[in-house]
């Protein structure tokens, strides 16, 4: 049978339905003029912070999005709020038919940049907000436009490579912070501040001036709120664990706009080109859009003309390293200026290696067959390369994955960590010379971006210290090749270096580790020597006449005392991790992090790097050097840097002797609890004495920490706090979401009507104080406040 008041709610006809609809209650609109505006305000700083960290690839109409998006935003936001109380069905429909709109276009331009998908869809809820800002008088909360700003602002986080990211962000958190409280206002339905905050009449400044004194919206407290927010935001930031990132398998890559897509190779872009110098034949390689990569003004060194690659006296660059060619000369001098040419985002450190090279010309060393490249096509369905390295299947490796913007106009090679397994890159080719150096069809332009997935292998001393000395012969063929008319001498002189060990060293890999370190020590490196004549050898030089050498001699001088043992070898160029700056995630590479390491080879583990290099570590950065913690390392690193040397050995002492003053205790107590039985009952009891002092201790300082908190509160805020904790004492916490009424409502049926009276006084006091202004009796409201506490310890509740 159906009850007569469901009866009534059904309706009997389409008319029934119609006015039933019209009858229900209509949404509210928010009149508040401060709370639209600092919304508005919020979703502005958004999108600005999103064109900004983009840096200027989000285009609209030829204009950046910001130009155009934050006008139409405020727009949309004065015309809500003068139509706020009319019902806009003919806006609503046009905002439906825009949406759709949308729609199709971020369709369209999600499958021109399936590459990376973040801009896409930080340009969709652009257009949504736009559209949502005419929409805004039908809306009781602004939690939409609020949310979208903050989602803006985090696709600008993770789009920033730099630190002028950083202003935005704490401007959206500034502005944030009234929001916040404004919003809880409205929820509360408490009528707006403006009217107290801007009077009319002279007679309310007064009441003014103490609201502004006591409320959250005083520039004091939102100055302190805003300034501890930053402080611990910071210093979580700092200790927090990172653990590795990119889980994705959709990762960034991007042109330049003016850049050509899906290119190819051609007799024209075969070869290997580096910006700063010119190719073996002594002419501009042209790209396949024509831009020549040669001896361009401005790209030369000293004289203004670019230097040979490939062999006599002359001059570096003063930007592009001159080891990024498929012949290189040693017999250069001069030095480079410092300029930023990369940004890496890695899950772990370390060195980005662009090539190798296996034939030594006595002044430098070349690429056999540079220019037979093995082709591989991008996949169709994932687009992204699948590279298939030589590693031996016994190693154990781990998947590194990393991001490379080129901020500085690069050679046509693709830098990566060792063995790359997965490229995403934005052509449609990529080939590979015989030594596997990854080659594009065009040069790295300034502003492309790409994405390598490696597997790097674990560095495990013991097993590479058993690999022996089984080498397959493409590698003796081709990596055991010294000159014989120094091949002699090198070897007595690595033979010398290795009998100075305490023990014999019979192991390839130790005997690498050895002579790496002994060139370090033995070697300084030069300030000044003359260029090389053309019948003299480098390492001979090197070693005998100048007993050292500039940056890249060094592995040159190691990789053929290597060889010159049976050791097989190669040079190795590429760059150093660079400076991590902790705030963005990147690692900033300059041209000056360039140079030339040794590569050896070990039966059953591949090829693994040395660093001769003096101020280098003998074994590069790698992802063994990371963990959960390492970024708060690499922030105490960049603290260190800034910090003077005196001060830093002081705390670094003074952390140091805690610690081995806490170990010497500890270890003094363990041995007097575990001598005994006498021990064990004394360690014992004093667990037991020390666990009770140490909770009453805490107990003790809480209730003082809780009275200093009362005391600063203004009396009414005491008396409310006071009654929230002797409800938290009987199981019932309000939580940080629950408006006062909200949380008195969930307790209601948990006590007297006596008791609930006195709740229900207090509560009403404290609302009508804190967001209504009005005065409370607190000489009544603290005897009620006792009344309550003694019907609680007489347990009548």
């Not at 020549?292 to 230097?307: L, Q, Y």
């Not at 670094?652 to 021990?679: A, Q």
Request: avoid cysteine; glycine fraction near 8%.
């Amino acid at each position: 049978m159906t009850s007569p008041s469901s009866q009534r709610l059904k309706p009997k006809s389409f008319a029934d339905l119609v006015a039933q609809l019209r009858n229900f209650p209509k949404p509210q609109s928010e009149d508040s003029v401060l709370l639209r505006a600092l919304v508005q305000l919020l979703v502005v700083v958004g999108i600005i912070a999103t064109d900004v960290a983009s840096e200027g690839n989000m285009i609209w109409f030829g204009w950046p999005i910001s130009v155009l998006a934050v006008p139409l935003t405020l727009l949309g936001g004065v015309w809500s709020w003068q139509n706020r109380q009319k019902a806009n069905v003919g806006a609503k429909f046009f905002i439906a038919i825009g949406m759709l709109g949308m729609l199709l276009l971020f369709f369209r331009n999600l499958y021109a940049n399936l590459n990376d998908t973040r801009l896409v869809l930080a340009e969709l809820l652009i257009q949504l907000q736009i559209l949502h800002s005419f929409d805004l008088p039908r809306r009781k909360d602004l939690g939409y436009s609020m949310v979208i700003g903050l989602i803006l602002l985090g696709v600008a986080g993770t789009v920033s490579q730099t630190l002028t990211f950083a202003p935005w962000l704490i401007l959206f958190l500034a502005i944030a912070l009234p929001v916040l409280v404004l919003d809880y206002r409205s929820r509360l339905g408490l009528a707006g501040l403006e009217t107290i905050l801007w009077p009319q009449r002279s007679s309310a400044r007064k009441g003014r001036a103490d609201l502004l004194k006591n409320s959250p919206l005083s520039p004091k407290r939102l100055g302190a709120i805003l300034g501890i927010t930053l402080v611990l935001g910071l210093g979580l930031f700092s200790i927090m664990p990172r653990f590795p990132g990119y889980q994705l398998s959709t990762l960034p890559v991007s042109l330049p706009a003016d850049a050509p897509e899906n290119e190819r190779f051609s007799p024209t872009n075969l070869s290997l080109v580096n910006p700063g110098y010119e190719n073996p034949g002594g002419e501009g390689n042209e790209n396949a859009d024509g831009a020549t990569f040669g001896n361009s003004p401005g790209t030369g060194a000293g004289t203004g003309e670019g230097s040979s690659p490939s062999e006599g006296q002359g001059e570096l660059d003063k930007t592009q390293y001159y080891g990024f060619n498929s012949k290189i000369n040693q017999n250069l001098r001069g030095e480079m200026e410092k300029v930023l040419v990369m940004r890496v985002r890695s899950q772990a450190p370390g060195f980005w290696r662009v090539m190798s090279f296996d034939r030594y010309t006595g002044q430098g060393w070349e690429v056999t067959n540079a220019d037979d490249l093995q082709l591989t096509e991008r996949s169709r369905w994932a687009g992204r390369f699948f590279l298939t390295p030589f590693i031996p299947n016994p190693v154990e490796k781990k998947k590194i994955i990393q991001s490379y913007t080129a901020v500085l106009s690069l050679p046509n090679i693709v830098p990566a960590m060792q063995y790359p397994t997965e490229l995403y890159f934005p052509t449609a080719e990529i080939g590979q010379d015989p030594e596997g150096n990854l080659r594009s069809p065009l040069g790295l332009l300034e502003g492309l971006t790409y994405t390598v997935v490696s597997k790097v292998p674990y560095r495990n001393r013991t097993e590479l210290a058993a690999a022996g000395t089984d080498y397959p012969p493409f590698v003796t063929e081709k990596y055991l090749d010294v000159p014989p008319a120094i091949k002699a001498e090198v070897r007595a002189v690595a033979e010398e270096i290795l009998s100075q060990a305490n023990s014999p060293i019979t192991s390839p890999y130790e005997k690498a580790l050895y002579l790496a370190q002994g060139l370090k020590q033995r070697f300084p490196q030069a300030q000044e020597i003359p260029f090389f004549a053309d019948d003299e050898d480098l390492v001979e030089a090197f070693l005998f006449k100048y007993k050292g050498g500039y940056a890249d001699h060094y592995a040159t001088v190691l990789t053929i005392m290597l060889r010159s043992i049976g050791i097989p070898a190669r040079f190795a160029t590429g760059f150093d991790q660079g400076d991590f700056n902790p705030f963005t995630g990147y690692y900033l590479v300059h041209n000056t992090d360039a140079h030339a390491v040794t590569e050896a080879y070990f039966p059953g583990q591949g090829w693994f790097a040395f660093n001769p290099l003096p101020g280098y570590e003998v074994v590069p950065p790698s992802f063994e050097d990371g963990g959960a913690f390492g970024v708060l390392r690499s922030f105490w690193r960049w603290v260190a840097g800034w910090v003077p040397s005196p001060i830093l050995g002081f705390f670094e002492g003074l952390w140091f002797t805690t610690l081995k003053i806490l170990g010497y205790v500890v270890s003094r107590l363990w041995g007097f609890v575990s001598s005994g039985l006498v021990g064990a009952i004394t360690g014992a009891i004093a667990v037991a004495v020390a666990s009770m002092g140490g909770w009453f201790v805490i107990k003790q300082i809480r209730n003082w920490f809780q009275r200093r908190r009362f005391a600063r509160l203004p009396m009414m805020e005491q008396l409310y706090q006071q009654m929230l904790l002797l409800l938290q004492n009987k199981g019932h916490q309000k939580q940080r979401t629950q408006t006062p009424w909200e949380f008195l409502r969930t307790i209601q049926p948990q006590y007297r009507p006596e008791t609930l009276e006195i709740l229900t006084e207090l509560t009403e006091a404290y609302v009508n104080w804190r967001y209504g202004e009005q005065p409370a009796n607190t000489d009544y409201l603290r005897q009620q406040l006792k009344r309550l506490r003694r019907s609680f310890y007489r347990g009548q509740s």
